[in-house]
């Protein structure tokens, strides 16, 4: 891969500055109250014959310095006037220099406005994002994971990074692309967490994502990342097909690759170790599938254990899972009448779901499409449906 390098001139941190000189700290050491400072100035403060910490005037139990070694790595990768005399431009590559970084944002014990104030330096997201699809991607790529993931990341920053990425989005996404098809685990679901936080931000608007959508490579390796393989690979696959299929050309192109099988695969797993959003946003997308003839085909293939899934998992996944998983039956079992999926559906107790998915919408798009569908089930003159509970008779379904 092409090696670039990205210069640029920066503000000072403000976590470089000592809080007692304001000056940028040449050998940081924290206090036990956490607080960090620049070994001259703290060590003068306490010869005067002060106990308590300058900062927050709490008394000191002890006086033991614990030198910051994170900071003091950070601080000597970055150019300040105070020890060169001149500006001089930043390589992110330098070593070691990213995986401090890493680091630092990795550390509960570190203090959030620190790292909110190295975050939100204007050229922090310009320069992350110069190197990704460089030598350095992957670490970049968990770096920007992080960044946009942590809740104490201000919004602003996230925006930053985002922004940064979509200058030259072509490149961004092809970088993403080669660390799913060849990283580990981990590294892959870094990059599905990046490209989702791109697809979902106003950056990338229809187009921009049909674009996307067109590389059937990409496509096929979301879906391979549906299937389970590690804590959290499912959900952040599912979560950018959804903000995909958003692109009304995607939608045939995914089937193609074997979204329909991939879903069913990751929400039959026994016991089911997706969390109920991640349900929910499966269910959404066999919705999206079931609105093209190629995906309707797909669920409805062999014994339809798509279809079965759906019927399994519809009270597993919230309202809004609810809603996908009838109109996925409504469309196949209602609109195209399709056999293989009424007796699917059936087989899996779909009736009774219904009947008390029904008495929580007295009106409504789901209360019509679920009498459809109980008059599709219905099979003789006494008014009995196949699935149905007893124990849910006294519901009335019309």
């Known amino acids: 891969m092409e090696k670039r390098t990205q210069g640029m001139e920066l ?6 500055r000592c809080p007692i000189s304001l000056e940028i700290m040449r050998s940081p050491v924290s206090l036990c109250t956490g607080v960090t400072y620049d070994r001259v100035s703290i060590q003068r403060w306490l010869d005067s014959g002060n106990t308590t910490c300058p900062a927050t005037m709490l008394p000191l139990p002890s006086t033991d310095l614990v030198p ?3 900071l ?19 390589d992110l590559r330098t070593a070691g220099r990213l995986q401090d970084l890493i680091a630092f ?15 939100s330096a204007p050229s922090f997201a310009p320069a992350l994002a110069s190197l990704v699809g460089s030598d350095s ?52 679901i870094e990059s599905a967490i990046v490209l989702e936080a791109i697809l979902s931000s106003d950056q990338c608007d229809v187009n921009s994502k049909s674009r996307i959508a067109e590389n059937s490579h990409l496509i096929r390796e979301l879906i391979r990342l549906i299937v389970p393989s590690a804590a959290g690979s499912t959900e952040a696959g599912i979560s950018c097909l959804v903000s995909l299929s958003s692109a009304k050309r995607s939608r045939v192109r995914m089937v193609e690759q074997g979204l329909v ?74 609109l195209h009448g399709d056999r293989r999926a009424v ?27 679920s009498r459809d569908l109980l008059r599709i089930f219905k099979i003789n003159s006494k008014g009995l449906f196949v699935g149905y509970d007893t124990k849910t008779t006294h519901i009335s379904p019309f």
Do not use: Y
Not at 294 to 308: D, H, I, L, S
């Open 68 to 70: 910051n070694l994170t």
């Open 11 to 16: 503000n000072v941190p403000s976590l470089f």
């Open 105 to 119: 944002l990795s550390d509960a014990d570190r203090d959030d406005f620190h790292k909110n104030s190295l975050t």
């Open 261 to 334: 099988p991939a879903l069913a695969q990751a929400m039959n797993q026994e016991p089911l170790t997706i969390p109920a959003s991640a349900v929910a946003k499966a269910l959404k997308l066999m919705e999206t599938a079931s609105g093209c003839a190629e995906g309707r085909a797909a669920m409805c293939e062999g014994k339809a254990e798509a279809v079965a899934t759906v019927a399994r998992r519809m009270m597993k996944a919230g309202r809004e899972g609810a809603e996908a998983a009838i109109t996925v039956l409504w469309t196949l079992c209602h």
């Open 137 to 188: 991607n992957d670490a970049a790529i968990k770096v920007l994971a992080l960044v946009l993931t942590a809740d104490f990341i201000e919004i602003r920053s996230k925006k930053m990074a985002i922004q940064s990425l979509c200058t030259d989005l072509n490149r961004t996404v092809s970088a993403l692309l080669e660390t799913l098809q060849r990283s580990e685990p981990d590294a892959r």
């Open 343 to 369: 007796e699917a559906a059936a087989a899996n107790g779909v009736v009774t779901k219904i009947l008390v998915l029904m008495q929580g919408d007295r009106e409504g798009n789901l209360r019509r499409k």
């Open 72 to 90: 003091r790595r950070l601080i000597s990768h970055w150019p300040h006037p105070a020890i060169d005399g001149t500006s001089r431009t930043l």
